[in-house]
């Protein structure tokens, strides 16, 4: 089962990388083995070139399991997705320029999706004629505090999907590494389309 | 025969992936197996990693053939293009950020391109200096009502090379894998210049 | 020696094509074999897979060799090349977006590039500190006059590296296909630069 | 130790070209052997394809070392920045469209980048919330002037990951080919953030 699972995130940084969405060693990438421990990419990893030595336990706590690897600093957010939702079979943070770039321009802590067909990719939708909404925190170096501020706005209403760190990145997840992909992509998409917008309805 | 029909979707998928158009298991592809039946991709699949395993065959009504596989929710459009023009051999569906955002930007129901070499590139055209019109029909989730307006459309005057749908993508066919594949190539290459002039010309 | 000239196209083609200036069989190539024949593309093919019995030979009038395959329709522009300058290899007609658009808008008929080392590409340049004049042909259907406009704008005064035909792509050409890549790529990066200049300045 | 550090050089070069960043000759790669000499690339070679064979060796001073391969124009500015600075172990030299444009529009001599999560992948930031400044040299072509310039700045304040030279490209450098590669990426990054940050926010 561990081979599958740390084959998931070698393939899914590969992938990543091509896109252009993890350049300079940036992002950090996880898939949950079991109720209380997580497998998650060790720090300072180029992760378009990862292999499993590259990957390390964590415990619920984002606490390391039996490895000498540093794990990432974010490792809390993953850890503490895996706590908020037990559905949650992998998380992939990634860093794009739209993502970057969006969620520095929207000024507000909610970046609003609406009318594209691809909003279906993300799970549970399934029309264009909806609102997608993806909450963006602001951007600090304090992941217990990030962690909290998550653990807060997913008690009044949990976030599915993806959310975005301003000026930052995504975090995006999945029942599984497959759908965990899926919702990247369609964001990554989402957000490359709403750029265009931006630029050229003006 | 199947197997070249069945390679050259799997192919096709492989392409349109690299090319980005075909994001988050988005588009579905087809190719005419005979006056009443075609392949068609499989629901949920990601069209760049394609196997044959993942096609199935449907009659003229958009009923599965021995399969266990659910077909594509827009196959209605695949067998209606099959049914509207006998020498239509092949239609590739697909999500790109251009066709997207053009068909959104478009209010009318007309795209209409001119001036461009790459006009060329669709059956018929052979020269830039004349007007290619692709319509753009309004997103619904209802495919047997698009599928309707698409036969209503066609009655009025038959389409060509491909059509938008907004907010959502684009559909192009040919009378082979290889036409549809050029129709696709050169009508994003035209949305990508449009999109150009759009952002420069301001 | 054919060898090694067919092979120099084929490998031009799938790397133009990687680079996605040669989408839906657009674009053709041709490489000088001796003072009156060359190796051309024959018109139709995906230049992006070619082989090397999608090549013909023509002579320095463009017409066919031995050969049953049909020659690209701007087979006289080349064969004007050869014939304008006994130093010219090679030559690889292209379309991208932004040689398509930069030629769309610029007015006049000389695309002028000032201020970037990569003018340097470009041979018997020395200096970003100079100007770079590229001509703007526009575009026609007659390849008989659009290769005496080339005549006789060569006869007032010699192009070097390269012109665009407005709306349709560039032509570039060097003393053999090393040099002629290296004035494409050169001026294919000069075109992506001036077009953001253009976006980015207003 | 020879054979891994030209390697480091031949791989890079391969990467680098697969970004766009050395198109058309442009770029030259170094990594240092020791304190008084350098592997550097040789002039004129297409950097994405590079053999162990493209490159030479350069004393502190720029000379070449027991080789008949011409060393680039601007080896001067890699040995200035090895005698700057004894840490440095790898420069990476590269011409975006991002760089070259950004280069040219910023009227300072410095780029300031702020704001970014991955203004930390370059080594000694810890924060997004802090400024990263890059200086930016007017280009020339008089390599000794350029390097004199170099050192006449480094002697007031140390420069930092990298500077650009106006409408030219980018140095990037680390303490060893990894490091140099992962401050050319990060960078690279945020000059793509900083043109779209440009384009949208107006």
């Known amino acids: 089962m561990s081979d599958v699972l740390t084959h998931s995130i070698v393939e899914a940084g590969r992938w990543i990388d091509s896109q252009g969405w993890c350049p300079a060693t940036g992002g950090n990438f996880s898939a ?18 990862l292999t499993p030595y590259d990957l390390l336990r964590v415990d619920s706590h984002g606490q390391v399991i039996n490895s000498k690897l540093k794990p990432s600093a974010e490792t809390l957010l993953h850890t503490a997705l895996y706590a908020l939702d037990v559905n949650i079979g992998a998380v992939l943070h990634t860093h794009s320029v739209a993502s970057t770039v969006l969620s520095r321009l929207e000024a507000s802590n909610t970046l609003v999706l609406h009318g594209y067909e691809m909003q279906k990719s993300l799970s549970g939708n399934n029309t264009h004629d909806a609102t997608v909404a993806i909450h963006i ?59 265009d917008m931006m630029l050229l309805k003006r």
């Not at 949950?32 to 070139?49: F, P």
């Not at 170096?141 to 975005?164: C, E, I, R």
């Open 32 to 49: 949950r083995i079991d109720a209380s421990s997580a497998w998650v990419t060790a720090s300072g990893r180029h992760k378009g070139e």
């Open 137 to 195: 925190f602001n951007n600090t170096q304090d992941m217990q505090a990030l962690a909290q501020q998550l653990k807060n706005t997913w008690a009044k209403s949990p976030l599915q999907w993806g959310f975005l760190v301003r000026g930052h990145g995504l975090y995006a997840w999945g029942k599984d590494m497959v759908e965990a992909r899926r919702h990247l992509e369609g964001l990554e998409f989402l957000f490359a389309c709403e750029r």
